[in-house]
């Protein structure tokens, strides 16, 4: 019998501001060097929506912050668990800049997000220790695997590991990528299981590209020059990333389904990271190709970019929790089903692990 981590519940926050295309007609845009864009948004906005795949997006209301939201995923995570909150061992909170208020753009890191979500949680018990990871997009399948490591190592028995951001309180409103971003949190519990099969996380491969990659995502003043505000905004290099992406997640992958003893024709589902609706039907056809498949099988791959846009690390577990939930029309995952659970983002980082449902 071995010990293996099994999601036993699972969350997630959905915004209630719905944001469409349409919205961003009355935007100025300009490009990085500050120049203002001399076709009409109704072109710009077009021209985004076919390359990405998001008609609409969703916000948080002006009075929540991400802990809050992270809170909600994270009681939702509870109840459909129905385990006792004070056996939780472990807080696990991925995002990447903490309670940004409304109006302003100042990242809030102190005290930690996990630490006001247990707090909001009113978890009691001093040994539940509550911390974040602040990883770029792929951070909360980096806290799934740092999870499953202290659930193997017998240091842990119940983690909770949540992803949560409010991306549009620091998207640049003069800068075209800001239609990219998105609200919203997602959480899952992790408890250890004996087995003598193997089940739950079954191998995991992360690899970080800081070298020549690291400045692909970063953070800068407007590209609006008469910004009077000393605001930074999130950027980022979508060409160099597109490339980086399609180059380097396809063989990680590949490399976490043979580490799990699998093949292609055993993966069920694809819970892959929401970026660019063009970059994920790309890397998923060269997973597909590193396997000589000729046809590839886009069921596999449950897609919300459309209508929630990129929430970054609440991405991947809002999917899962939606398809467990049997709220995405023709997905389910039951059990015996194997997964991939895949990310990309800042750093650059990506991630992936393998896994079985129980």
């Avoid at 912050?65 to 939780?88: C, M, R, W, Y």
């Avoid at 490399?255 to 993966?267: F, N």
């Avoid at 015996?336 to 800042?346: I, R, W």
Wanted: proline letters at 4%.
């Amino acid at each position: 019998m071995k010990k293996y981590s099994v999601i036993v519940g699972s969350g997630s926050y959905i915004p209630t501001v719905v944001v469409k295309n349409e919205e961003f007609l009355k935007n100025d845009f300009f490009d990085s060097s500050g120049v203002k864009f001399d076709i009409p948004n109704e072109v710009i906005i077009e021209k985004f929506e076919k390359i990405t795949g998001i008609k609409e997006r969703r916000h948080v209301t002006d009075d929540l912050v991400t802990s809050q939201i992270s809170t909600f995923a994270a009681e939702e995570a509870l109840n459909s668990s129905g385990i006792d909150k004070e056996s939780l061992d472990y807080i696990i909170v991925a995002h990447n800049f903490g309670d940004v208020k409304k109006g302003t753009t100042i990242p809030d890191f102190v005290p930690s997000i996990a630490a006001r979500v247990k707090k909001g949680l009113g978890i009691e018990n001093p040994f539940t220790i509550a911390f974040d990871i602040p990883f770029g997009c792929p951070g909360w399948v980096q806290g799934s695997i740092l999870a499953d490591y202290y659930i193997k190592s017998g240091d842990a028995k119940r983690i909770l590991v949540i992803g949560s951001d409010t991306l549009s309180r620091i998207s640049d409103p003069h800068d075209r990528d800001s239609m990219i971003y998105a609200d919203g949190a997602g959480a899952v519990i992790f408890e250890a299981v004996e087995s003598d099969k193997p089940v739950g996380i079954l191998s995991h491969t992360t690899r970080s590209d800081t070298l020549n990659h690291a400045k692909l995502m970063w953070m800068a003043a407007s590209n609006n020059k008469d910004y009077k505000g000393r605001d930074l905004f999130i950027k980022m290099n979508g060409h160099r990333l597109y490339d980086y992406a399609l180059t380097n997640v396809a063989p990680l992958v590949k490399a976490t389904i043979e580490k799990a003893g699998l093949t292609l024709k055993d993966i069920n589902k694809v819970f892959i990271h929401q970026a660019n609706d063009k970059m994920d039907v790309e890397m998923l056809k060269r997973v597909f190709k590193l396997y000589n498949e000729p046809h590839t099988d886009f069921g596999v791959m449950p897609m919300t970019i459309s209508w929630l846009g990129n929430s970054s690390v609440a991405t991947v577990p809002t999917i899962y929790d939606l398809v467990v939930r049997g709220k995405m029309e023709g997905h389910s995952f039951k059990k015996d089903d194997y997964a991939v659970f895949v990310s990309v983002g800042a750093g650059m980082n990506i991630n992936t692990f393998a896994y079985k449902a129980v």
